[in-house]
């Protein structure tokens, strides 16, 4: 007799209401060990399913939730249209996002809106990648030389500081325009700063007391006077601004999206990134995933060949992509019921019923060993140079999301960290004032090696204790690096 077709489940957990307070401060503390926890239980009682990566349910926000963190299952919610259309980010993000960052604007934007209003703000930024460069190393050339060679630095928060530089420098600003753009910045800067703590408040409740503010009612305060401020700033014109500078604008359009485009959430994401690298390039002691005496940054210089630095460089900025995606994971809502095929023998088919937010956890998405292999953890600088773009072996993280829905500023962020690790290697058109950072990497914390990928047996205790995940990823405490530089200052 025939076996009888297995009908898909819901994905496995059962969490209970009064459980779902719990759940939501533990995903708010630390994401990878709220989301690791549970799988971890749902292996132990599925021995014979520990490498699926089967979705997992949780409740945050008193939501029902499933937890991807399969690659595969990742790409097809992503790229595969029918399951594409099958999600809404607006919903998913409409109390968290919405009241912060006005529509229309790209983030928020679902089908049918969503591709005309992208294909419209990519042209817009079309040129901004080779008309920026100059830009980029002028900017951090003049934040180094800042420091006197030899000095110690923390690292995450100096690359914070120059990503806002590098930010309100590509969007606010031209060269003759930098005085007042650096007096403009501490106050968008602040303002900014208060709209992400009350976009991120556990207290999502808008109170205004008089001599009390709830986080949420500063927040949503911050965005009015941003609003207003960038808006003001359009209308006189910004001689550096790229979407000023082509005819005919719709004011409001441009100040919703530079309120979008200059965020504070933005700027982090940078430094989280910048962050990452810079670790990677100085400080790594993986080589193929072995211990190597030789930085990555000394095998890049050490080529000759001008495209060979170049790939080399591009291959260990995708690979911090794929092991440090600066936002862990996106939200999406489901608007109908989703099927989620499974590859794995002993494991059912997974429905997603319409109403449940999916929460694509790309941290363990990325170190999906299916998809990676046995060194998925690890830090590899070689994995991406020589393979031919597209193919079926250049499997990237997904830094910048996937899909009709990926990142509109996908190619400018790259090209503002290719260009920072370039003018610090010396790599480009500069004087000869090649930048290095020096640590000890045994100095640096167990949680930060398992975020980068230097160690492979990094418990989610030790991440969470080392490790803060929201809103972007960056260390808890200060990562001290020397500073050596040859800028004449």
Not at 193 to 203: C, H, I, M
Request: net charge neutral; aromatic share 8%; glycine share 6%.
């Amino acid at each position: 007799m025939a076996s009888q077709p297995r009908l898909p489940v819901l994905p496995h957990g059962s969490p209970t209401t009064l459980s779902g307070l719990a759940e939501t401060f533990s995903f708010h503390s630390s994401p990878e060990a709220f989301i690791t926890s549970r799988v971890l239980a749902f292996q132990s009682s599925h021995p014979d399913l520990a490498d699926s990566r089967t979705p997992i349910r949780a409740k945050v926000l008193n939501r029902n939730i499933a937890v991807i963190s399969s690659y595969d299952h990742a790409e097809q919610l992503l790229c595969e249209e029918h399951l594409a259309a099958s999600l809404s980010a607006g919903k998913a993000y409409d109390d968290l996002m919405a009241p912060f960052f006005p529509p229309p604007n790209i983030l928020l934007a679902d089908p049918p809106a969503h591709q005309p209003m992208k294909h419209a703000w990519m042209a817009k930024m079309a040129s901004m990648p080779d008309e920026i460069r100059p830009l980029i190393q002028e900017t951090a050339l003049l934040y180094f030389k800042e420091f006197k060679s030899g000095s110690t630095i923390d690292l995450y928060e100096s690359m914070k500081e120059l990503s806002w530089q590098l930010i309100l420098g590509v969007f606010m600003s031209a060269p003759s325009e930098r005085q007042k753009a650096q007096k403009d910045q501490a106050e968008i800067e602040s303002l900014h700063e208060d709209l992400l703590r009350g976009q991120f408040s556990l207290f999502p409740v808008g109170i205004n007391l008089g001599v009390w503010r709830s986080p949420r009612a500063r927040g949503l305060a911050a965005r009015k006077k941003l609003q207003q401020l960038l808006k003001e700033r359009v209308q006189k014109g910004m001689a550096g601004c790229p979407f000023t500078t082509q005819g005919e604008t719709d004011e409001d359009d441009v100040a919703n999206h530079l309120l979008l485009f200059t965020s504070s959430l933005a700027v982090k994401s940078l430094a989280s990134l910048l962050t990452a690298v810079m670790l990677n390039l100085y400080i790594s002691p993986n080589s193929a995933g072995i211990r190597s005496s030789q930085s990555p940054a000394s095998r890049i210089l050490s080529l000759e060949n001008t495209s060979n630095r170049d790939e080399l460089l591009k291959s260990i900025i995708l690979e911090t992509e794929r092991l440090s995606p600066p936002v862990v994971g996106i939200m999406r809502r489901t608007v109908q019921d989703i099927n989620l095929f499974s590859n794995h023998e002993a494991t059912q088919d997974i429905i997603i019923p319409k109403g449940w937010d999916v929460w694509l956890y790309f941290v363990g998405a990325a170190r999906d060993r299916a998809s990676f292999g046995d060194t998925a953890d690890l830090f590899l600088p070689e994995r991406f140079y020589g393979l031919v773009e597209g193919t079926a072996s250049e499997k990237k993280g997904f830094a910048f999301g996937a899909g009709a829905k990926s990142c509109l500023g996908e190619n400018l962020i790259r090209h503002i960290v290719t260009n920072v690790a370039a003018t610090c290697l010396d790599m480009g058109s500069a004087p000869k004032t090649r930048i290095e950072l020096q640590c000890d990497a045994a100095d640096i914390p167990k949680g930060v090696q398992g975020w980068l990928g230097w160690e492979k047996n990094v418990t989610p205790e030790e991440w969470a204790k080392d490790m803060k995940q929201l809103p972007t990823q960056r260390p808890v405490k200060g990562l001290m690096v020397k500073l050596i530089h040859g800028i004449e200052r």
